[in-house]
């Protein structure tokens, strides 16, 4: 006994995962309980099924219980075992004899112990099995018992540790995405354009940054409403969403401005035009009908500045102010081409 509790406490110290937990205990559980087959199945009541997760079958038996093996959860012996309050038997077949699946696989000696979670959910079930009638002390059917629960401990550890990094996920996808829109947040924003620049310094291409500001929003928050407002900046960020390219990605920078990024040309003749398609396609994107409850805007368009840059010249926040610089001098060319007389 003193050999098994040893084992026991390396399998304890060494495990960091259910099945480094398992399968040395179901070594020690044959050793324990003289049984040549042991293993550890989950339970889905929903789908009505039972499935062997890890098994361990001694070489020189019969008995053989298949690992990955999925069987009705109402003809188990687990299932009797349970509803019956009987955890062992010696003699299945006298028992259980209208089991089928105890009939195809040959048990006659049978115990478990079920695995239960701290809010008394059913996992699964810890088995051991024969094919020969056998005899189980006493002191075996509380090592079961015990090893169920600790495979209970790592089970609840193991789905704690999920649990814990969905939230941690979440939390990240939360501090990295504008609330309203959906889309990536400044902050986000930065950390994107600094990867795309250390992406275009190693294969020696410019990065296209274009600065969008949306003419005339004030107006529509003053006249109708920031709800209204609202709805019409995820209306623009949807839009943005709809005119991107493979590698590109669209942010909102803060109030009515937005970003996109995008990978450039290599420097040289080919930027200025690469420049220009890509502020077209971004401010064309923006320029359409909104329409929502009773309004409609025939909107003309936000003010685009874009810019490609130089990784190694720039900056994250470098280049977002020289695309910003870009897009007030597209903005003052809107506003002196709007301000001339018209004949």
């Not at 006493?138 to 079961?144: D, F, I, V, Y």
């Not at 990867?195 to 940054?209: F, I």
Request: glycine content about 6%; proline content about 4%; charged content about 20%.
């Amino acid at each position: 006994m003193t050999a098994v509790v040893e084992q026991l406490a390396q399998s304890l110290t060494r495990a960091h995962t259910l099945e480094e937990l398992t399968r040395p205990l179901l070594q020690l559980l044959q050793d324990v309980t003289g049984l040549e087959s042991t293993y550890l199945t989950t339970i889905d009541l929903q789908a009505g099924q039972q499935h062997v997760l890890y098994a361990r079958n001694t070489q020189q038996h019969a008995l053989e219980i298949p690992e990955g093996l999925t069987v009705p959860w109402h003809d188990t012996l687990c299932k009797r075992a349970l509803d019956e309050g009987r955890p062992v038997t010696e003699d299945v077949a006298s028992c259980w004899g209208d089991s089928e699946a105890a009939a195809a696989l040959g048990i006659q000696t049978y115990a478990s112990a079920p695995v239960r979670l701290s809010d008394e959910r059913l996992y699964g079930t810890l088995c051991a099995a024969s094919a020969s009638r056998q005899a189980m002390a006493p002191a075996a059917q509380h090592t079961l018992a015990l090893f169920a629960r600790l495979i209970a401990q790592q089970v609840e550890r193991e789905q704690l540790v999920h649990e814990l990094m969905q939230a941690n996920s979440h939390l990240e996808r939360f501090a990295s995405t504008d609330a309203l829109t959906g889309l990536p947040n400044r902050r986000a924003l930065e950390q994107a354009l600094a990867r795309q620049l250390a992406q275009g310094q190693r294969q020696h291409t410019t990065v296209l940054v274009a600065f969008v500001d949306l003419d005339g929003f004030k107006a529509i928050n003053d006249v109708h409403g920031h709800e209204m407002g609202d709805l019409f900046l995820v209306h623009t960020a949807r839009r943005l969403q709809g005119a991107l390219r493979a590698q590109d990605l669209a942010a909102r920078h803060g109030g009515d401005e937005f970003v996109v990024l995008g990978p450039g040309p290599a420097p040289g003749e080919a930027v200025p035009a690469a420049v220009q398609a890509f502020a077209r396609r971004i401010a064309t994107a923006t320029v359409g009908p909104f329409e929502a409850d009773d309004l409609r805007i025939d909107y003309a368009g936000a003010s685009v500045g874009a810019v490609a840059v130089d990784p190694g010249a720039m900056t994250a926040q470098q280049a977002l102010r020289a695309a910003d610089q870009a897009m007030y001098a597209t903005k003052q060319a809107r506003r002196a081409q709007a301000a001339q007389p018209r004949h």
